[in-house]
């Protein structure tokens, strides 16, 4: 028959400071010992006893069962402790060591089989949680590495290439003029992708501070609109604007236009020719609703949940056009300006993304 073996937990060397279980024991004796005596003094007062013979013999039964008593009380309590302090500070411990190392995956599983939670419960839940949080944030760092490394690669292939061609004797005027037109439209994606890369880190580290104003986003959304102009017009798109004359908000402009100039750039691009794109804008007396629809492709119910991701790009025919970064600025500025932004989208019927801001106090 094999003998179980318990095995000896190891203790952490970084402990220096150690709680000896005889020092507990001689000070739960002495105040036992000064409760007996209290208890006793109190008991021949009341009783009118005023000469008590106190042998040697009833002294050392009455330390001997107090000596006894406190043992079982340390014991029990020891035990107690273990179970419900030491054991699972040591397995939350062991488990934030492990996060520490760069493991995100480890998970507490809870001490309880009935379901409850007590405070160490709810502490093991917070930590699980923290991990949870952690590795999605591991994940997304990943995640954007290495997306960014893919879309800073694309155009500097293609400045690499054109660059090397124009090296090439014999070329014409015009193909020199072609590679160069084609280095520059690279450089310039490069340099968009890297200004929204720093505007984005700079969003989500708040390192931006608003330059909070009052005013009219009407004549913004239509100098935005029409900064766009030939784009819709070269398509044979139909643009229709529906606006107030005036509506007063409190925001950045210079941010608010990153939003308005994403919005209105999507929907230009998502829309084949003579499409339609609708620009609407309502107020009321807390907030003003800014509307861009468009009968373009449109997006099932997993693009529209993601589209607000970083680089995230539901339709791949217009990943060119783009970088995936535009939406999560525009999300970002907008949560940051204390509003929402929401899309409503089905596949072939378009999509229409929703902008409501706060009116100016």
Known sequence: MKKRV???EERDSRINVKYPIWLEYGLFLLITLCLTAGQMMIFYSTAGISNVDVSLYSIYA????????????????????????????????????RVASGDFSV????????????????????????????????????????????????????????AAALRKEGLTAEQRL??????????E????????????????NQKIIPEWDEYDVCAQLAECALAFEDLWENKGIAFTAD???????????????????NLLSN???????????????????????????????????????RVFDKFYQGDTSHSQEGNGLGLALAYRVTQLMGGQISVRSK?????????VLRTAL
């Open 62 to 97: 009455t330390v001997s069962y107090w000596a006894m008593m406190t043992a079982i009380l340390c014991i029990v309590t020891t035990a107690i402790r273990k179970r419900t302090h030491l054991r699972p500070m040591k397995k939350l411990g062991d488990a934030a060591r």
């Open 189 to 204: 994606k490069l340099n968009a992708l890297v200004s929204n890369i720093l505007k984005l880190s700079k969003l989500e």
């Open 267 to 305: 929907a230009l691009k998502f829309t084949p020719a003579c499409g339609s794109v609708t620009l609407t804008q309502t107020s009321d007396e807390e907030s003003v609703t800014v509307t861009v629809a468009d009968t373009g492709c449109g997006m099932n119910e997993e693009t529209a949940r």
């Open 178 to 187: 072609e590679y160069s037109d084609t280095i520059v439209s690279a450089s």
């Open 347 to 355: 596949p072939g019927e378009g999509s229409a993304f929703t902008v």
């Open 243 to 261: 606006m107030d004359d005036r509506a007063m908000i409190r925001a950045d402009r210079s941010m608010l236009e990153i939003v308005w100039n």
């Open 107 to 162: 998970r507490i599983t809870p001490l309880r089989k009935d379901g409850k939670k007590d405070s160490t419960e709810v502490m093991f839940d917070d930590f699980n949680t923290m991990a949870e949080e952690l590795n999605s944030i591991e994940m997304m760092t990943g995640d954007f590495i290495a997306n960014v490394s893919h879309e800073i690669k694309t155009p500097l292939s293609v400045i690499q290439s054109y």
């Open 6 to 8: 318990r095995k000896k």
